[in-house]
T-cell receptor, first 115, second 113 residues
């Protein structure tokens, strides 16, 4: 079975631009979560979507938004990019809504560089 | 607020030896899980082992085991018979009813041949 797939793998953008990152969960997984990992730090929670509804949001500005589609794939959008948005963006999927049911399965991430 | 602290930025171990990575946490959740994830240069976060907080028995997965001290809020990872493929960044994480994981800052493990 295919794991969590993310696209693109690398991306270079200029300050002020907008970016869209994509994630396809493992087949049968209904929950998708997004994390931001700045170099040298642990991942930070951005969003969780379950059954196409937002179920959790981390401490990120409104420039960050996401959505989940009927096939459970997801997009993360970041507007008005700042240099500080440069990071590895990780997508994770799981069958259920919470960790108590099943652990998260992560993709390989999208490396975003803002210049 | 939930926090996870890893006080060892880097560790080194000889091949075939045993190493222990430390982690302390704080959480307001009554029911929670603790995790160790491995992140090799390929960037993918790979689940190594998980511990349910209500279980007193320490989790074990082959060469990997944990020492879970709930009262002390401590959750260390022991890697036995270390292999070159174990070299990676290791993250400790905690989470509760939602999919929100709180990660530590990581410990970079080097395995010397």
């Amino acid at each position: 079975d295919a794991g969590v797939t993310q696209s693109p793998t690398h991306l270079i953008k200029t300050r002020g631009q907008q970016v869209t990152l994509r994630c396809s969960p493992i087949s049968g997984h209904k929950s998708v979560s997004w994390y931001q990992q700045v170099l040298g730090q642990g991942p930070q929670f951005i969003f969780q979507y379950y059954e196409k509804e937002e179920r959790g949001r981390g401490n990120f500005p409104d420039r960050f938004s996401a959505r989940q589609f009927p096939n459970y794939s997801s997009e993360l959008n970041v507007n008005a990019l700042l240099l500080g948005d440069s990071a590895l963006y990780l997508c994770a999927s799981s069958p259920g809504r919470g960790l108590l049911q099943s652990p998260l399965h992560f993709g390989n991430g999208t490396r975003l560089t803002v210049t | 607020a939930q926090t996870v602290t890893q006080s060892q930025p880097e560790m080194s171990v000889q091949e075939a030896e045993t190493v222990t990575l430390s982690c302390t946490y704080d959480t307001s959740e009554s029911d929670y899980y603790l995790f160790w994830y491995k992140q090799p240069p390929s960037r993918q976060m790979i689940l190594v082992i998980r511990q349910e907080a209500y279980k007193q028995q320490n989790a074990t997965e082959n060469r990997f085991s944990v020492n879970f001290q709930k009262a002390a809020k401590s959750f260390s990872l022991k890697i036995s018979d270390s292999q070159l493929g174990d070299a990676a960044m290791y993250f400790c994480a905690s989470g509760g009813a939602t999919n929100k994981l709180i990660f530590g800052t990581g410990t970079l493990l080097a395995v010397q041949p």
